[in-house]
């Protein structure tokens, strides 16, 4: 398979949005919560805060690390998502364009955000 421009985009807006989808969205919290303890504490405000630290040891604790690095869960995202386009490409490439479109999607909302904010 020959990698062009249009190509690598498609394959990084994937990569992204496939990234942020196992990082930080609620509907794949069931996937990270195996691996992290869920502390709750107070504020000066009074307000409880929620932090997610990753389990002690073990596989668990490596699974915790490496999803709550963001750059970390990048990399095999992306190696993912590269070899199953290079794999299965006839297959792959309708789930690798709907992630690359809702990629696009989410920074364009996060642009409207910022400025709806300012």
Known sequence: MKITLLNLLILSLASFRLTRLLVFDKITEFLRDP?????????????IEVYYLPKERGVKKFLGE???CYWCTGIWASAGIV????????????????????????????IVQYFIEK
């Open 35 to 47: 691996f992290f303890n869920e502390i709750k504490e107070e504020n000066e405000d009074g307000e």
């Open 83 to 110: 070899g199953i386009s290079l794999l299965y490409p006839i297959v792959s490439y309708p789930i690798i364009l709907i992630l690359a479109v809702a990629g696009i999607a989410s920074i364009l909302e996060s």
């Open 66 to 68: 490496l999803l709550s």
